[in-house]
């Protein structure tokens, strides 16, 4: 199976394991929250750092740790993505159905779409400005409880804004993933120690409640720590990388309805329509980006030189477990890899460009020690027969500078 096939693989497990979240967190309404989520956490730190072992990265966490900036995005990556998505909809279900919480939370994907000029340094479309429109009126139907002429009238209003703003915690945590490369089992070994010191400190400041747990909410406790917190969110995390934040918002357009399913059969929740209202104007605007065709294209920073002329994506997820020395070092170093197609007529002009200015990390899809990235960026990009495409690793200016002479070499 290629590159694609896996990020698709892995992102549609995560998608199923994903649906059932809200319901198995349903057990925790009836324990101590703060007690039960120092026991997931306790477990998650355990298998986190017993899987970093078994991979051979413990050396790659010592590293880590010595670094505080690092260490300190990480936290944050952490607190912004295990916390929405367990604490934030535990306690939402204290109020509301599990099938309303999840309709909420699941227009995280669309959320995230408003931190991508800012942090991605992506280009919005009018596509994905449609889509955030169609988000935000699901979600106006959420706060108002089905009700369009009382939008803070309902009961429950406060605990839907609270959950819109969990939701875009864990928008803004797809971003840190993508925006930061660090190995994604250090990651979740530092965000489980993360989750699990915040939890201890609720703990006594609540005086250390200690209550007598049944055996599911026990069994839950374990399967959320250990698989969901480790394995589920490793498969994500790595899923996340490559694929276009566009893609995952589709993949995850079906996550609601499988939750609506569940809840039905397990909880004997009735759907309401406004539910279902909800998840269908956040799928209308999944389905909007369907068309789009130059959403995720590359923000630079010169919005007057010719660069802005280029269709230029931002690939560094594509290589994040890349063999490549060159690229590699850039990623470790914090540089990203951008890259462009173009049509094969150009490839003597970006070889003499490349060679009689002396830029190094220029690739093109025909360097074989790239070719299974190579054929996920072509994918990415859209590249035809007739294409090829060239990228260039380094500082985001160094990049600019790069394709910004490429343009004019070409136009020459």
């Known amino acids: 199976m290629d590159m694609k096939g896996k990020a698709y693989a892995m992102l549609v497990i995560t998608l199923v394991s994903g649906a059932m979240l809200p319901i198995l967190l349903t057990v925790s309404t009836s324990a101590n929250i703060y007690e039960f989520f120092f026991g997931v956490y306790a477990v998650s730190v355990v298998t ?19 670094d505080r900036r690092k260490v300190a995005i990480i936290c944050l990556t952490g607190l912004v993505s295990y916390l929405p998505v367990q604490f934030g909809i535990a306690f939402s279900e ?84 993508k925006k930061y490369v660090f190995d994604i089992g250090v990651v979740i070994a530092i965000s489980s120690i993360t989750m699990f010191a915040l939890f201890a400190v609720l703990m006594a400041v609540n005086g250390f409640p200690l209550y007598a747990m049944t055996t599911p909410q ?24 490559p694929i276009k934040a566009t893609v995952v918002a589709n993949v995850y357009f079906f996550s609601p309805f499988i939750t609506f399913l569940l809840a039905y059969l397990f909880l004997g929740e009735a759907i309401q329509p406004y539910y279902i209202a909800i998840a269908l104007l956040a799928g209308a605007g999944i389905l909007i980006q369907s068309f789009d065709k130059v959403g995720g294209r590359y923000l630079a920073s010169n919005k007057e030189g010719n660069i802005r002329h280029m269709a230029i994506f931002d690939v560094t997820g594509i290589f994040s477990n890349t063999g490549e020395v060159g690229i590699n070092a850039t990623i470790k170093d914090g540089g990203r890899i951008l890259a462009v197609k173009l049509d094969n007529q150009y490839a003597g002009h970006v070889n003499s460009f490349t060679k009689d200015e002396e830029i190094a990390r220029v690739y093109t899809d025909a360097y074989e020690a790239i070719h299974d990235e190579s054929k996920y960026v072509k994918d990415v990009l859209g590249a035809k027969d007739g294409e090829f495409v060239v990228m260039k690793a380094g500082r985001l200016e160094e990049c600019e500078r790069f394709f910004e002479g490429l343009y004019n070499k070409i136009k020459l």
Not at 48 to 66: H, P
Not at 218 to 241: K, M, P, Q
């Open 48 to 66: 986190s750092l017993a899987f970093l072992a078994y991979r051979g990265k413990l050396g790659e966490l010592s590293k880590i740790l010595k």
């Open 94 to 177: 204290k109020f509301i159905t599990a099938s309303l919480a999840t309709a909420i939370f699941r227009t995280s994907p669309l959320l995230m779409l408003l931190l991508l000029p800012p942090l991605l340094r992506e280009r919005l479309s009018k596509y994905q400005i449609a889509a955030l429109v169609m988000a935000f009126a699901g979600l106006y139907i959420g706060i108002s409880g089905g009700n369009l002429t009382g939008i803070l009238q309902s009961s429950n209003a406060g605990i839907i804004i609270f959950l819109i703003l969990m939701a875009l915690g864990y928008a803004l945590s797809i971003i840190l993933i």
């Open 218 to 241: 026990l069994s839950v406790l374990a399967y959320i720590g250990a698989f969901f917190n480790v394995f589920s969110f490793y498969l994500y995390f790595t899923s996340l990388r």
